[in-house]
């Protein structure tokens, strides 16, 4: 079968496209016809190899799963021993690989075996380039939500990043659980983020929310590289403050531990501070993240939004792409 191949951590430039035996699904796996696999920030540090610390488990000098890409949608070739919610010729979509850390998961490629437990049918109202648009940035988006319980009351939610691939899920989730949205972003994001069902959409190049006088109930900060006290001032008194965090595709400069260190010390302040954190109970596995997405998507309650669409063989220019430009949806590529 035909595959992107990295031989080495660096520049996208390096990526090739080479033959390698298809794989065979083993027991719990399903073998996926790859129609379509999407480019996000998690598959970028996995080409980059950074932060540095990363290697540490998937290979120091080259990755030991040399086929990038973790989302995907596709059809069911074949289906491995115990597999029993799916046959040959079925539609899903999913992410490659159960593990949440940095780590190739193959999607690149004609075929793919995936854990049962990582896939959901395809809804029929979806392209495949819809669907594989939604996996990773979708687990990153319920892992860091409230639960719905917490959505009873109607909710006063900012969303910083809203129109980045995992900002444009959680508004449209938020907004589906009955709260207010205010959503940030560049201006030229701004209508995306009204058709998105923003209540209020503010141009943070041209105003400050921090240094506002309406306070909220959760921020949902999507770039997470300002302290918490930043934000202090903006949140109710129970309010929460939950950052996701982007390196902008090694801009930050931290190559070595990345965000790594930050993260670690707000989870260490949360233990004490009651407007760290979303206070979710438990973490939804990868199962029940896909199961809550199938419903969303089948529904109409969430709608995916595509940048652009590459060819296989087009892997340089849409990795170009993902990390110079401003993009309005998620980057696919396409494999026929």
């Known amino acids: 079968m035909r595959a992107i191949l990295q031989d080495r951590y660096g520049s996208a430039d390096s990526l090739r496209i080479g033959e390698v035996p298809a794989p065979e699904p083993r027991e719990n796996e399903v073998l996926v016809r790859v129609r379509a696999a999407s480019l996000h920030p998690d598959v970028w540090h996995m080409v980059a190899g ?15 799963q040399p086929i990038p890409g973790t989302d995907m949608a596709g059809v069911v070739e074949a289906t491995g021993p115990g597999v029993t919610r799916f046959r040959a ?21 004609e075929l793919v075996a995936v854990p049962e437990a990582c896939l959901a049918p395809k809804p029929d109202n979806l392209t495949f380039e819809e669907a594989a648009s939604v996996p990773a940035s979708g687990f990153i988006t319920l892992l860091n939500l409230p639960d719905a319980d917490w959505f009873r009351e109607r909710r006063d939610v900012l969303i910083n990043g809203a129109g980045g ?22 201006t030229n994001k ?53 950052p996701i965090g982007h390196e902008r595709y090694g801009q930050s400069g931290r190559a070595l531990f990345g965000l ?14 009651k407007n760290l954190g979303s206070g979710k109970r438990s973490a939804p596995t990868k199962q029940e993240t896909m199961t809550v997405f199938h419903d969303l998507l089948a529904t109409g309650q969430l709608t995916p939004r595509i940048d652009s669409t590459y060819p296989l063989q087009d892997i340089h220019a849409a990795f170009h792409h993902l990390t110079q430009d401003e993009l309005h949806g998620k980057v696919i590529l396409s494999i026929p």
Do not use: C
Request: proline share 6%; no cysteine.
């Open 50 to 64: 950074r932060p540095y610390i990363l290697r540490l488990g998937t290979g120091l000098l080259r990755p030991k």
């Open 89 to 109: 010729g079925d539609p899903v979509f999913g992410e490659t690989r159960a593990a949440s850390w940095w780590m190739n998961g193959a999607a690149f490629a």
């Open 165 to 186: 691939g995992v900002g444009t899920l959680a508004l449209q989730i938020v907004k589906a659980r009955g709260a207010r949205v205010t959503a940030v972003d560049t």
């Open 190 to 242: 701004l209508g995306l983020l009204r058709s998105l069902g923003a209540d209020q959409v503010i141009d943070y190049t041209q105003e400050d929310f921090t240094q506002g006088d309406h306070r909220y109930d959760l921020i949902f900060d999507v770039p997470g590289d300002r302290p918490l006290s930043t934000f202090k001032p903006v949140l109710t008194e129970n309010g929460r403050y939950v």
């Open 260 to 273: 790594i260190p930050h993260f670690l010390y707000l989870m260490l302040r949360a233990r004490f501070d």
